[in-house]
């Protein structure tokens, strides 16, 4: 149980209509009263009023109060409107802070409510998912996650493997007594296995729709790379000359293509060199694309599709990465080319004909990252289901293989320790630490 009183401002920084400050901990109907000078408030009901500073009126404000266990944190709430503005903002900040009352670190209001059982550290995590939403793609994943369809999800995977282990707890302790059915008990075991999949199936497409779709733009030196990142920002942010070889590193910039958030990374040009820098900026090429979801391979319309374009292609084909080809410089007399089983885009970067590189890559992803069904958004609670679903499948292969119940339940137990991990229910410092430090202040 956390005593202490935390406060924040939780409104933007700036000028505005109305600024909203948030308090939560215990025993604050008193210090209400101070702040306000009234005796009667009720929680939940609206107030008008005034902020005191002995007997100063420092500014007309509105506020509600929330009796603990009943507020998002499950501890005392107040929550405090005033007018917009820092100066006055700030003002009626230092006189809450008076009263015993510390300034809330990022994302504390919701590491309580998850430390005091108000939600699980999924919800939180699609809270921050909301508020740090970048597009239309990104909210509709998030808002399917908030929902509590997910939740709902891993509370019953949870609640099938408790199922199981106490019916196995029992069988161990009474041998004599009872007998669980092995087949029964596998074919349950099947059906975690299934619905664990089922989720981690589906949140591949959730994490990009969150985070972006990580996008490298590749191809010979001079093929008009960092152009098309230009065409496409709509600004100048690379450098762009006649010289092959300009881009030595990797250029990163976000972009929003009709709602689809792109993570674009521009590369150096792919050769053969003895140049080492060149060659250390070729390497760190190859590695944007083996961690990259799509790949636009450019290529120079006004040259010969040579031996380095093909070993490019071989590259991203051994990789399996997926791909557009571009058809780069149209807009000058061009060689048109032709790829077995390849569509081909044509472009002009300079010119910034890029429409169907756009549809293309709109196209591709719209169906795919309009998530229906509630999924996962973030990478680190992927993993730690993956690391559930490697519990359950050694749990099933010692189920198959008849081995005792202890083998069973070890790996289950093993399982539920990575369940309460995304629950809530067992944590580490760490583990909220980094979580939470990513939220903003007031949340």
Excluded at 131 to 140: G, Q
Aim: aromatic share 6%; glycine share 4%.
């Amino acid at each position: 149980m956390i005593y202490d009183n935390i406060a924040a401002i939780s409104s933007p920084r700036g000028i505005g209509a109305i600024s909203v400050i948030r308090i939560s901990g215990y025993n604050l109907l008193e210090i209400l009263k101070k702040l306000t000078k009234k005796e009667k408030i009720k929680p939940k009901y609206m107030y008008y009023g005034w902020i005191y500073e002995e007997q100063e009126k420092i500014d007309e404000i509105t506020f509600v109060y929330h009796e603990n266990p009943n507020s998002y944190t499950g501890e005392d709430m107040i929550e405090i409107f005033g007018h917009g503005g820092d100066l006055i903002t700030k003002s009626v900040f230092r006189r809450i802070l008076k009263e015993n009352i510390r300034e809330a670190l990022p994302g504390e209001f919701s590491k309580r409510a998850v430390l005091n059982k108000k939600m699980n550290l999924i919800k939180a995590q699609a809270i921050n998912d909301i508020i740090n939403s970048k597009t239309e793609y990104s909210l509709n994943a998030s808002q399917k996650m908030f929902t509590g369809g997910i939740s709902k999800k891993i509370i019953e995977i949870k609640e099938d493997i408790l199922n199981i282990s106490a019916r196995l707890e029992v069988e161990m302790d009474y041998p004599e007594d009872i007998e669980e059915d092995t087949f029964e008990i596998r074919k349950e075991i099947e059906n975690i296995k299934s619905k664990i999949e089922n989720i981690l199936k589906n949140s591949e497409n959730g994490i990009i729709a969150f985070n972006g779709i990580k996008t490298t733009i590749v191809g010979k030196p001079n093929s008009g790379k960092s152009t098309l990142l230009n065409a496409l920002l709509r600004k100048e942010r690379a450098i762009v000359t006649d010289v092959p070889g300009t881009t030595r590193d990797t250029i990163e910039e976000m972009l929003n293509i009709k709602g689809i958030l792109i993570k674009l990374i521009d590369t150096a040009g792919i050769r053969n060199t003895e140049d080492q820098i060149e060659k250390i900026g070729i390497e760190r090429s190859k590695k944007a694309i083996e961690e990259s979801d799509l790949v636009i391979f450019i290529i120079d319309g006004n040259k010969k599709f040579d031996s380095e374009d093909t070993d490019i292609l071989q590259f991203l084909n051994e990789k399996k990465k997926e791909k557009i080809i571009a058809l780069n410089k149209i807009d000058k007399e061009y060689k048109d080319i032709k790829i077995e089983k390849e569509k081909i885009i044509k472009i002009s970067a300079k010119n910034k004909q890029i429409e169907d590189l756009e549809k293309e890559i709109y196209e591709r992803y719209s169906e795919k990252l309009y998530i229906k069904e509630p999924t996962l958004t973030n990478e680190s609670h992927k993993n730690i289901l993956e690391k559930v679903l490697k519990d359950v499948k050694s749990a099933l292969e010692a189920s198959k293989n008849n081995l005792t119940n202890d083998f069973i339940m070890y790996d289950l137990r093993n399982s539920l320790e990575n369940i309460y991990k995304l629950t809530g229910e067992n944590y580490t410092d760490e583990l909220l630490e980094k979580m939470f430090s990513n939220f903003c202040v007031g949340k």
